[in-house]
């Protein structure tokens, strides 16, 4: 798509139709709390929060449900994310995991027909794809544990957008086309999303009373009006026996009652990781986010990326994350069924063998794993995963980020994997179901294959990073596997280059994951900084397309924030503060 395009059309009608008048201005500096999210009524919901008196995490969930109803293809109730807190009073960060869950009916071979793995996209939109939701559970985790609020308060602006509407941009109409092929396979989706088979287009206006319900419900009777009762049954039955249209067949699924009831979030502990006298905390597995991020900054800190010119300290950037992708696609899955090395991978003395491969001149190619075990605790542990080739990722969801004037921060990835998910909306709920189970590897011998229970490997990196014990800043992006490489360069952009965080979020991004090119946005093949990298032996993929949607918040020194959101991609983002600096 014509991006420029895409960014003029969408402020224009974001003029016209903004319908809670709220401008997208991407970047905010001032003091209280801040937001920044993709979409205007999302980071609307959260500044109502937090000017009602919420935390952070008050927010952030406000915000969450209300991108859930405004860009539904990319998130909601029916999928799953990692929240990573830092707790202002305690002084400590910790994590929500609420990944989607492999059904009790999992097997390996679950994704394999004789013996041979199916289409991809076969896979994505069917009832078998569907992991059991842990969003709305997560949400409650985090307000019980961490919030002042309960879902009552929090949902209501979400309950408002869904009942009274909201304008279609052309970032939402072009993903709706996009996905009419799926779309039309299933009757809610085609009834709430098509109009007579077509995407609906710029200007029409949206609602979604069932969603609204949905949270209603929620509202009333907390995260058990959706893991049992009447919501668990649709959820189930549009699982089991998808919603499909006339002539329509997809593969179902096998979700039980009970494989809703016994869902359960995780509290984890972040991974942390030093980078330049800065303190990262990511998130730990089932995501391979803060784990491949932390090692390639380890590798990274070695040079001093900002004495050197810049198309050799981008080379490096490039090097370092083809060998960090290498170790996590062999290593890294669900930690409470592969036993991985994350000592080993997350350890300084790693990161330098890994660095010593690097030729600064050169770039390599499909790189082999290092090995970890040399570097754990114990380095005994006998079973090593077979290497196989990646899976395909696909590249979506949202991730936002909120602070509060206690000085709480929030860092949230949320999902549903492909852009629309399944593809099937649940019958009288109007949510999406995610197809986060093609996240797993499809055959094995790997860590990352579908078993029951198991939570298939992510790559969401939502990120807090500190400097003498307080928030420094906070990064994540959406991107499928390319949120690694986004977060990778923002950091790299800031702390070695000195960036302001706009312009290190508005860069073009390159994205390396150990293959034969390098991921690339369009415009940027054939510029200066292109040609500078072929030197190195760099290519770049083809078609380009945008890289992520980024959110971050900056504390700096002198007690004000900035949240900033996208100035150029995904439609241009909002980033709100409480009190705005003048
Ligand atoms: N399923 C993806 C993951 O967990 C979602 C992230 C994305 O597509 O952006 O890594």
Known sequence: MNKTLLVSTLVFSIVLHAPLAIAKTPVATGSGGAVATISEQASASALAILNKGGNAVDAAVAAAATLGVTDPFSCGIGGGGFMVIYLAKDKRVITVDHRETAPSAFTPAVFLENGKEIDFETAVASGAAVGVPGTVRGWHEALERYGTMGFRQVLAPAIDVADKGFTVNETFSHLTRENERKFQQFSTTSALYLRNGKAVTPGTRLRNPDMAKAYREIAARGYQAFYAGPMARAIVEAVNQPPLARGASVRAGQMTLADLANYEARIRQPVVSSYRGY????????????????????????????????????????????????????????????????????????????????????????????????????????????????????????????????????????????????????????????????????????????????????????????????????????????????????????????????????????????????????????????????????????????????????????????????????????????????
């Open 279 to 582: 303190q990262v905390y990511g998130m730990p597995l089932p995501s391979s986010g803060g784990v491949a991020v932390a090692e390639a900054l380890n590798i990274l800190e070695g040079y001093d990326l900002k004495a050197l010119p810049r198309a050799q300290a981008e080379h490096l950037y490039l090097e370092a994350s083809r060998l960090a992708f290498a170790d996590r696609n062999a290593y890294l899955a669900d930690p409470e069924y592969v036993d991985a090395p994350v000592a080993g991978l997350l350890s300084k003395d790693f990161a330098a063998r890994r660095r010593a491969l690097i030729d600064m001149k050169r770039a390599a190619s499909d790189v082999a794993a290092g090995d970890p075990y040399a570097f754990q605790d114990d380095p005994s542990i006998p079973l090593r995963p077979a290497q196989r080739p990646l899976q395909k990722e696909s590249p979506h969801t949202t991730h936002l980020t909120v602070s509060d004037k206690e000085g709480n921060v929030v860092s949230y990835t949320f999902t549903i994997e492909s852009w629309g998910g399944s593809g099937i909306v649940v019958p009288g709920y109007g949510f999406l179901l995610n197809n986060e189970m093609t996240d797993f590897d499809f055959s094995g011998p790997r860590p990352n294959v579908p078993e029951a229970g198991k939570r298939p490997r992510s790559s969401m990196a939502p990120t807090i990073v500190l400097k003498d014990g307080k928030p420094a800043f906070s990064i994540g992006s959406p991107g499928g596997a390319t949120i690694i490489t986004t977060v990778l360069q923002t950091i790299v952009n800031h702390v070695d280059f000195g960036m302001p965080m706009n312009e290190a979020i508005d860069a073009p991004r390159l994205s390396e994951r150990n293959g034969a090119s390098t991921s690339v946005e369009p415009g940027f093949a054939g510029s200066a900084q292109a040609k500078a990298l072929e030197a190195f032996g760099h290519k770049w993929e083809a078609p380009a397309e945008e890289i992520g949607a980024a959110n971050a918040i900056v504390f700096n020194p002198d007690g004000t924030v900035t949240a900033v959101s996208e100035g150029k991609r995904h439609g241009v983002g909002t980033a709100l503060v409480q009190r705005r600096a003048h």
